[in-house]
Nanobody, 123 residues
Framework: QVQLVESGGGLVQAGGSLRLSCAAS????????IGWFRQAPGKERVFVAS????????YATDSVKGRFTVSRDNAKNTVYLQMNSLKPEDTAVYYC????????????????WGQGTQVTVSS
């Protein structure tokens, strides 16, 4: 079992950067693949990016590819989402989620979820 806590959200201007963190407050994050999802106001939660349990494989959805990078430091029990060249349409609550070992792109692939962190990008 793992409990996840996101941090690093905030308000940023378009073109700016933020780095989100997903830390395990309980359990060992290195046993899990981590997915990042986001939910914009009035919309469904959607997949953003993922990383497998050892960090050898990452994936990002087309809308963020080349701008967002997911990485992990298992020694620090933390996964990161580096977000560059932010756009107003990136505004959302961002969630990290965990599943054993290998990644997926669907909500139902993931067993454990954090509480989310708000990212707001102003134009």
């Amino acid at each position: 079992q793992v409990q996840l806590v996101e941090s690093g959200g905030g308000l940023v201007q378009a073109g700016g950067s933020l780095r989100l963190s997903c830390a395990a407050s309980v359990g060992t994050i290195g046993h899990y693949a981590i997915g990042w999802f986001r939910q914009a106001p009035g919309k469904e939660r959607v997949f953003v990016a993922s990383i497998n349990y050892i960090g050898s494989s990452t994936y990002a959805t087309d809308s963020v590819k080349g701008r967002f990078t997911v990485s992990r430091d298992n020694a620090k029990n933390t996964v990161y989402l580096q977000m560059n060249s932010l756009k107003p349409e990136d505004t959302a609550v961002y969630y990290c989620a965990a599943r054993a070992l290998y990644t997926g792109q669907k909500e139902y692939d993931y067993e454990y979820w954090g509480q989310g962190t708000q990212v707001t990008v102003s134009s």
